[in-house]
C-alpha cells in the first residue's frame, strides 16, 4: 500500500526528530554555575565560561570525550546564595549533569556542596577561592569538590612567607580584612599562617566592603608604628584603602589578595595608587605562546583584560574533567571522582602541565608555586619581583 505523502513527510520528520532525540541524550552535559551578570565578580565567571567553551570546542573536534560530545549547561546564580542552590539541584536533577563548576562567589560553593556530595557529582571550581571548599564533609568522606583556581590560603602563605623574608623592612605588621564571610576566611588564614611563621602582629583593623574612607582604621595603624600591611578583601574596597591611605599620607608595604587584579580596583584606585599593592594570580599579561593562543581566540568578549586568568582555569579545568572521564571509561561521578584522584598520565593545560594534581586528601590543582607575584604598571598587570621573592622557596610557604 502506498502512503500518501503527507504521511510520507510525517514519518520522515517523526524519526529525524527521534534522532536527534537520540543524538541530543548522548551528549555529556557539563553545567556552570556561577554569577555571571550582578556583581563585579561576574566578569569573572563569564571569563571562567569563554574559557570552557573554547575547550569543549577543542575536545569535540578531536572526537570528544567517550564518543560523546560535551555540551556546556549555564546558570546565573547572580551572587545570592538561594540562587545558587536552586541553580544547582536543577543542574542535578532536571538537566542531569555529569559535573558541575564554579561558582563564582566562594560562600556559594560552601552553601550547596553537600549536594555534590551527597549526589555525587563531581565539582571542579574554576573561579571561587575560598580555602574550605574543597575540605571533605567529614574526615574521611568521599569528595566531589576539587579546585583548578587560586586558593586563599595559598595566597595567603606566600604573602606572609614575603613578610617573614623581608623581616629587615617589615619590622611592624598589621593586618586589615574587610567584614564579609571572604574576609574574615582571609583573617583567619593571615592570623594562623603569621602564627606559624613566628610574625607577630602588632594591629588588626576591619572594614565594610562599602566603606569609603578607612582613615580611622589606618590612624590605629600608623600610631602602632606598622610598616607593612596585609589586607584580605575584594578589589573596590581595597581601592578605597589605598585611597584612605592617600588622605593621611600614610603609605606602609601593602600585600594583598588577588581581588586587585579587578578592574574595579584598578578605576577606583587610580592609575598612580593602583601601584602601590604587591599581591599574586595565576598569569600576567606576559602570557605564553598557548596562551596567546587562546587569548587572541577569545580576548575580544572578554569584559577585562585582566579576567582572562579565569578563562584559563575554566579551560583547564574542562581538559581535567576530560581526562578522568577517558581514564574512568564513564561519566558516572564516583568513577570520575576516584579518576580525578589518580590521573594516571599528565594533561596538557594553558596554565601548566598538570601532573597527578589531584589526590584523595588533596583536591587543589594550583598551589602556591604556580602564582604569578604581580604589580599594575601603566595600567597592565605586569609580573613584579624583587630579592625577597627571588630569594623565596617552596619550604616557605608555611601552612
Not at 527521534?18 to 563569564?46: E, R, T, V
Not at 542531569?96 to 551527597?118: C, E, L, R, Y
Not at 572594614?207 to 582613615?215: L, P, R
Not at 593545560?349 to 584523595?360: A, M, N, R
Given at each position: 500500500?502506498r502512503?500518501?505523502?503527507f504521511f510520507?513527510?510525517?514519518?520522515?520528520?517523526?524519526?529525524?526528530a527521534?534522532?536527534a532525540?537520540?543524538?541530543?541524550?548522548?551528549d555529556?552535559k557539563?553545567?556552570y554555575n556561577?554569577?555571571l551578570s550582578?556583581s563585579?565578580?561576574?566578569?569573572?565567571?563569564?571569563a571562567a565560561v569563554?574559557?570552557?567553551?573554547a575547550?569543549?570546542?577543542d575536545?569535540?573536534a578531536?572526537g570528544?570525550?567517550?564518543?560523546?560530545k560535551l555540551?556546556l549547561?549555564?546558570?546565573?546564580d547572580t551572587?545570592?546564595?538561594?540562587k545558587?542552590?536552586q541553580n544547582?539541584s536543577?543542574?542535578?536533577d532536571?538537566?542531569?549533569?555529569?559535573?558541575?563548576?564554579?561558582?563564582t562567589?566562594s560562600?556559594?560553593?560552601?552553601?550547596w556542596?553537600?549536594?555534590?556530595?551527597q549526589k555525587k557529582?563531581?565539582?571542579i571550581g574554576?573561579?571561587g577561592?575560598?580555602?574550605?571548599?574543597t575540605k571533605?564533609?567529614?574526615?574521611g568522606a568521599?569528595?566531589?569538590m576539587f579546585r583548578?583556581?587560586?586558593?586563599?590560603?595559598?595566597q595567603?602563605?606566600?604573602?606572609?612567607?614575603?613578610v617573614k623574608?623581608n623581616a629587615e623592612?617589615?619590622?611592624v605588621?598589621?593586618?586589615m580584612?574587610?567584614t564579609?564571610g571572604?574576609?574574615?576566611?582571609?583573617?583567619?588564614?593571615?592570623?594562623?599562617i603569621a602564627?606559624?611563621?613566628g610574625?607577630?602582629v602588632a594591629?588588626?583593623e576591619?572594614?565594610g566592603v562599602?566603606?569609603?574612607?578607612?582613615t580611622?582604621?589606618l590612624g590605629?595603624?600608623?600610631?602602632?608604628?606598622v610598616?607593612?600591611?596585609?589586607?584580605?578583601a575584594q578589589?573596590?574596597?581595597?581601592?578605597q584603602?589605598v585611597?584612605?591611605?592617600?588622605k593621611?599620607?600614610?603609605f606602609?608595604?601593602?600585600?594583598?589578595?588577588w581581588?586587585?587584579?579587578n578592574i574595579?580596583?584598578?578605576d577606583a584606585a587610580g592609575k598612580?595608587?593602583?601601584?602601590?599593592?604587591?599581591f599574586?594570580?595565576?598569569v600576567?599579561?606576559t602570557?605564553?605562546?598557548?596562551?596567546?593562543?587562546l587569548?587572541?581566540?577569545?580576548?575580544?568578549?572578554?569584559k577585562a583584560?585582566?579576567?582572562?586568568?579565569?578563562a584559563?582555569?575554566?579551560?583547564?579545568?574542562?581538559?581535567?574533567?576530560?581526562?578522568?572521564a577517558?581514564?574512568?571509561?564513564?561519566?558516572?561521578g564516583?568513577?570520575?571522582r576516584?579518576?580525578?584522584e589518580?590521573?594516571k598520565?599528565p594533561?596538557?593545560g594553558?596554565?601548566?602541565?598538570y601532573?597527578?594534581?589531584?589526590?584523595k586528601?588533596?583536591?587543589?590543582?594550583l598551589t602556591a608555586k604556580?602564582l604569578?607575584w604581580?604589580r599594575?604598571?601603566?595600567g597592565?598587570?605586569?609580573p613584579?619581583?624583587d630579592?625577597v621573592?627571588?630569594?623565596?622557596?617552596?619550604?616557605d610557604f608555611k601552612q
Amino acid at each position: 500500500m502506498r502512503l500518501p505523502t503527507f504521511f510520507k513527510r510525517a514519518l520522515l520528520a517523526a524519526g529525524l526528530a527521534a534522532a536527534a532525540a537520540a543524538a541530543s541524550a548522548q551528549d555529556i552535559k557539563l553545567g556552570y554555575n556561577g554569577d555571571l551578570s550582578a556583581s563585579p565578580s561576574a566578569q569573572s565567571g563569564q571569563a571562567a565560561v569563554l574559557g570552557m567553551e573554547a575547550a569543549i570546542a577543542d575536545i569535540n573536534a578531536a572526537g570528544g570525550v567517550l564518543g560523546r560530545k560535551l555540551v556546556l549547561v549555564t546558570r546565573d546564580d547572580t551572587s545570592a546564595p538561594p540562587k545558587s542552590i536552586q541553580n544547582m539541584s536543577e543542574l542535578v536533577d532536571n538537566e542531569k549533569v555529569a559535573a558541575v563548576f564554579g561558582p563564582t562567589n566562594s560562600g556559594n560553593a560552601m552553601a550547596w556542596k553537600h549536594i555534590a556530595n551527597q549526589k555525587k557529582v563531581p565539582v571542579i571550581g574554576n573561579v571561587g577561592s575560598g580555602t574550605d571548599i574543597t575540605k571533605p564533609m567529614s574526615p574521611g568522606a568521599d569528595n566531589y569538590m576539587f579546585r583548578v583556581s587560586m586558593v586563599d590560603r595559598e595566597q595567603v602563605a606566600a604573602l606572609m612567607a614575603y613578610v617573614k623574608k623581608n623581616a629587615e623592612k617589615s619590622k611592624v605588621v598589621g593586618l586589615m580584612a574587610e567584614t564579609t564571610g571572604y574576609g574574615q576566611g582571609g583573617l583567619k588564614d593571615m592570623e594562623e599562617i603569621a602564627k606559624l611563621q613566628g610574625i607577630k602582629v602588632a594591629a588588626t583593623e576591619r572594614f565594610g566592603v562599602g566603606d569609603t574612607d578607612m582613615t580611622s582604621q589606618l590612624g590605629k595603624m600608623k600610631s602602632a608604628g606598622v610598616d607593612t600591611v596585609v589586607v584580605w578583601a575584594q578589589g573596590t574596597p581595597i581601592a578605597q584603602l589605598v585611597r584612605s591611605m592617600e588622605k593621611i599620607d600614610y603609605f606602609p608595604l601593602v600585600l594583598t589578595s588577588w581581588a586587585a587584579d579587578n578592574i574595579t580596583f584598578y578605576d577606583a584606585a587610580g592609575k598612580a595608587l593602583a601601584e602601590k599593592p604587591i599581591f599574586m594570580r595565576t598569569v600576567s599579561e606576559t602570557r605564553t605562546p598557548v596562551q596567546q593562543k587562546l587569548f587572541d581566540r577569545i580576548g575580544a568578549r572578554l569584559k577585562a583584560p585582566g579576567s582572562f586568568s579565569f578563562a584559563l582555569h575554566g579551560y583547564d579545568s574542562v581538559m581535567l574533567y576530560a581526562a578522568a572521564a577517558k581514564q574512568a571509561g564513564t561519566v558516572d561521578g564516583p568513577a570520575v571522582r576516584a579518576a580525578l584522584e589518580d590521573l594516571k598520565a599528565p594533561v596538557q593545560g594553558v596554565l601548566k602541565t598538570y601532573d597527578k594534581p589531584f589526590s584523595k586528601t588533596n583536591h587543589e590543582a594550583l598551589t602556591a608555586k604556580d602564582l604569578v607575584w604581580i604589580r599594575w604598571k601603566d595600567g597592565k598587570l605586569m609580573p613584579y619581583t624583587d630579592p625577597v621573592i627571588g630569594g623565596l622557596a617552596q619550604a616557605d610557604f608555611k601552612q
